[in-house]
């Protein structure tokens, strides 16, 4: 019963790391959390957010130009290039539907170049 409990206990901490690597990484991209966000949300989150950056480079788009620092691009390549910021009162699966959104307007999108 013991070695069941260790085992748990070494699970939750991993999930506990990995937690806040995810978080850490989806806020330096200046994507708001409230801290109430879910294991599984934070997932679906950095997915969708990865989802979003291989349209934007599959496009020709450069991700240190139109991310910037903490989400914040002066200047993107092209504005549909830039990450879709998630408003403060906005719930996570609200914000998912627009990353999706955004995505498939990125692959649908033409550039001038």
Do not use: C, K, N, W
Request: net charge negative; aromatic share 4%; proline share 3%.
């Amino acid at each position: 019963m013991a070695r069941r409990m260790d085992g748990d206990a070494e699970r939750s901490s991993e999930l506990d790391r990995v937690s806040r690597e995810m978080r850490r990484r989806l806020e330096s991209l200046g994507i708001y959390l409230d801290g109430r966000e879910s294991s599984e949300e934070l997932v679906q989150l950095q997915e969708a957010v990865e989802e979003f950056e291989s349209a934007v480079e599959a496009r020709g788009g450069d991700l240190m130009v139109d991310e910037g620092v903490r989400g914040s691009a002066i200047q993107p390549d092209d504005p549909h290039f830039a990450l879709p910021v998630r408003r403060e009162h906005e719930t996570v699966s609200g914000f998912l539907e627009r990353l999706v959104r955004a995505a498939d307007l990125v692959r649908q999108h033409h550039t001038d170049s």
